[in-house]
């Protein structure tokens, strides 16, 4: 059974924050389509190149000190107190395990964990989604950062854990490298091992390489800023496309290609939804800004 219409909507509006607040990542925002039908792509979710943010679809870890937990403006106590469904919950919970597991699994095999520090990693990296999730009803206990940090020692030591959060600057591009290698294995082009890590590479070249999109100082909140971050995103796209045949056969990089196409005519088409919903004069026809993650 598929989660409520209300509980899906109000996850998805709220799930560009996931990793920016939760996982450190980088950019994640609204979600929409999949990748073209014609290739399958089992990445799960897959990093924005921008704003700090990425996330499964529709998981905010709330790491600011509000505590979700508390009643909301307008909410009584009993309203909606007990209308989240184990579905819901349990389809929420899966989408953060594959989230979490795309985003971290090369990222703890290069820190070179055991296999039962793996383990208990992804599932407190779960539980830390899990605790920011917003639904009606649903009241997790929220971890902030400094819990996160304790837990992470607790689990892998500090000396690991100082690794470990050098490594997690690179998350993006880690969470990525894990997409693409996801896509071409479904397709029946699997990355090597070293291929695999040399794509990490790539990806952190270009991150350095990235330049800023066509508004850099625009207003946050707005078209140009919206627009902005969708250039940059292109951009580096673009420059992964440059790069990946010095590390992809012919075959590898047909399918990086229709993944990157996929994701610009979906940006593309949001963005026009977003611009034409504002022309008129009905500001409650307003489409809410942002732009679409990688996926």
């Given at each position: 059974m598929k989660p409520s219409t209300l509980s899906i909507g109000v996850i998805l509006l709220i799930g560009a924050a996931y990793a920016l607040l939760a996982l450190t990542g980088r950019d994640q925002d609204l979600t929409e389509t999949q990748p073209a039908d014609h290739v399958v792509d089992q990445a799960g979710a897959h990093e924005s190149a921008e704003s700090d943010m990425r996330t499964p679809a529709g998981l905010t870890a709330d790491?600011?000190?509000?505590?979700?937990?508390?009643?909301?403006?307008?909410?009584?106590?009993?309203?909606?107190?007990?209308?989240?469904?184990?579905?819901?919950?349990?389809?929420?919970?899966?989408?953060?395990?594959?989230?979490?597991?795309?985003?971290?699994?090369?990222?703890?095999?290069?820190?070179?964990?055991?296999?039962?520090e793996y383990s208990a990693m992804i599932d407190f990296l779960v539980e830390v989604g899990m605790s920011g999730t917003h639904m009606p009803g649903y009241r997790p206990v929220?971890?902030?950062?400094?819990?996160?940090?304790?837990?992470?020692?607790?689990?892998?030591?500090?000396?690991?854990?100082?690794?470990?959060?050098?490594?997690?600057?690179?998350?993006?591009?880690?969470?990525?490298?894990?997409?693409?290698?996801?896509?071409?294995?479904?397709?029946?082009?699997?990355?090597?091992?070293?291929?695999?890590?040399?794509?990490?590479?790539?990806?952190?070249?270009?991150?350095?390489?990235?330049?800023?999109?066509?508004?850099?100082?625009?207003?946050?909140?707005?078209?140009?800023?919206?627009?902005?971050?969708?250039?940059?995103?292109?951009?580096?796209?673009?420059?992964?496309?440059e790069l990946g045949p010095s590390v992809l056969s012919a075959a590898q990089m047909d399918l990086l290609y229709e993944r990157y196409h996929s994701f610009w005519l979906q940006r593309a088409a949001h963005f026009e939804r977003q611009k034409a919903s504002r022309a008129n004069d009905n500001p409650d026809d307003d489409v809410p800004l942002g732009y679409l993650p990688r996926r």
């Open positions: 790491t600011t000190g509000h505590n979700p937990a508390a009643l909301q403006p307008g909410e009584s106590e009993s309203n909606d107190r007990r209308s989240v469904s184990d579905e819901d919950l349990r389809w929420a919970r899966e989408e953060t395990i594959k989230e979490v597991t795309v985003a971290y699994s090369l990222m703890f095999k290069h820190l070179g964990l055991t296999e039962s929220p971890i902030d950062e400094a819990d996160r940090r304790a837990g992470f020692a607790a689990l892998i030591g500090e000396a690991k854990l100082a690794e470990f959060l050098v490594l997690e600057q690179n998350k993006a591009e880690y969470r990525e490298a894990q997409g693409v290698a996801n896509l071409l294995a479904a397709n029946g082009v699997p990355l090597t091992d070293a291929k695999h890590d040399q794509l990490l590479e790539i990806l952190k070249q270009v991150r350095e390489r990235e330049q800023p999109g066509a508004e850099p100082n625009a207003e946050a909140g707005t078209l140009e800023w919206v627009e902005s971050k969708i250039a940059a995103m292109d951009e580096y796209e673009r420059l992964v496309l």
